[in-house]
């Protein structure tokens, strides 16, 4: 079925644009950056995989990049600028915001924007956390991020997760005024399924779940005139990918991490393609141009109490 460009609903397209050996959770032999050059590199081949696919189907996404990809391969981001993509910032080093000092944030993500723009010659004001790690705790990254340029953060999942999550966030489209500036929050797409929300059209929920159940996640979100938001990892679309190490039996979670970085890569592909063809998608921009910000709320920091600092999102007075 081919989605009319007039009445369908537009949803984002989101490439985090990493190494194969940026997966968080298992440590293996790449896990300390200074061992990231002898590393085998795949991110070139398997993004332009990604952007014959996305060709394929005239879309146009928005790729989150990390800024030591970028550094290492700076043709292929002109090549994606050149070629109508969004280029966005996915940090320079690729660690988690909540494991990070506002000091280390601040200088982590000022190297990644600044190499970003040299690269592309373009505006880039569109942030993803990597691991999607802006937490409870960690919303004091948004003043940082503003002050930065970022207009755009597209690093809240509105659900408990393993790392990174805010259950009961607004799952629409908002913007969040802070001290430095308003910044657009365009949360990752959820679905209510047996009780729990949970999120279901990117990664590794993409590969693992069935198309039918992904397209109820879409409609859940479309029936309300929210518009729907997949993401996609390079390395997601090579099976042949180098493996990290597959953790002992005795540490389960890790285990898990890692049955679930590798589940269904053969059929992301396929998955992909089929979606890519059954609803319309764009860049985050284009879509928050259909989409706008309907509410505003203000942004207020409480200081941490034992070990938690606390956030309220309270109603502008503007
Ligand atoms: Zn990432």
């Not at 959770?25 to 696919?53: F, N």
């Amino acid at each position: 079925m081919i989605p009319d460009a007039e009445t369908a609903p537009l949803n984002a397209f989101c490439v985090d644009l990493e190494e194969w050996f940026h997966a968080f959770g298992i440590s293996g032999k790449y896990t300390d950056p200074v061992t990231w050059d002898d590393a085998p590199q795949c991110v070139v081949g398997d993004t332009e995989d990604l952007m014959r696919l996305l060709d394929d189907a005239g879309v146009r996404g928005t790729f989150l990049t990390v800024g030591w990809v970028a550094r290492k391969y700076p043709d292929l981001i002109r090549r994606l600028a050149r070629e109508g993509h969004e280029v966005g910032c996915h940090s320079y080093w690729h660690r988690l915001v909540f494991e990070l000092s506002p000091e280390e944030f601040d200088r982590d993500i000022g190297e990644c924007v600044g190499l970003l723009r040299e690269i592309t010659s373009q505006p880039v004001d569109t942030f993803r956390a990597p691991g999607f790690s802006v937490t409870a705790d960690a919303l004091w990254s948004y003043p940082i991020m503003r002050r930065h340029g970022i207009t755009t953060d597209i690093s809240i999942v509105p659900a408990k997760r393993d790392h990174g999550g805010i259950a009961g966030f607004p799952r629409d489209p908002f913007t969040m005024e802070t001290d430095e500036g308003s910044i657009v929050c365009f949360p990752v797409s959820v679905m209510h399924l047996a009780g729990r929300t949970i999120p279901f059209s990117g990664g590794g929920y993409l590969r693992l779940f069935p198309l039918s159940l992904i397209k109820a996640g879409f409609a859940q979100n479309h029936r309300v005139g929210r518009p729907g938001m997949s993401y996609i990892h390079p390395r997601e679309v090579n099976p042949d990918q180098p493996r990290l190490p597959r953790p002992a039996i005795w540490r389960p979670m890790a285990l898990l991490k890692y049955l679930k970085y590798y589940v269904n890569l053969k059929s992301t592909r396929p998955k992909l393609a089929a979606l890519l063809r059954e609803y319309r998608f764009g860049t985050v921009a284009e879509v928050l141009r259909r989409h706008p910000p309907t509410s505003t709320v203000r942004l207020a920091l409480r200081p941490a109490t034992g070990t938690r600092a606390g956030f309220e999102l309270l109603p502008s007075a503007s």
